[in-house]
């Protein structure tokens, strides 16, 4: 009998190890959903030129309590374009959004107010770039463009601009 125990627990064990699918990313349990994105975008000033040391954030919320999760975080380059640009959603229910903040304040040219973007507008059958299977509903390249900034006016601004 102790045999059939250890036998079955290291055969559970085993299979925990190589059940999941899907690319390095935690995933929150076996058999999870989950949809894999690019991301393509470029922060500007009002003026055109890149603005590097601007902290993007990708969230979605929880289908099951409508929290927000955080998927990706990173910041802008040189370029303006993102560091880090791939995520991968196990636990959203489809609702994404981007929120792009002014971290380092003066040292980038100037202070600017924080932009909300709704992504779902862009992710449509046309930025599908890879058909899913099993647990994948697939891959998708979300193109957001230029993100323009204004400067921030410490007499009139208070809340982000959503888009």
Known sequence: MKRLIYFLITALGFGAMFGCEGIDSPVPEYGAPYTEFKVKARVVDPEGNPIKGIEVSISGDF???????????????????????????????????MRVKDIDQEENGGEFVDKIIELNEYITEDSKIEEGSGWSRGRYEINVGDIELRHWDHTTDGDPIID
């Open 63 to 97: 289908w099951f309590d409508n929290e927000n999760l955080t998927l990706l975080t990173t910041e802008t380059n040189s370029e303006g374009e993102l560091k880090e640009s791939e995520f991968a959603d196990y636990v959203s229910n489809g609702l994404l959004t």
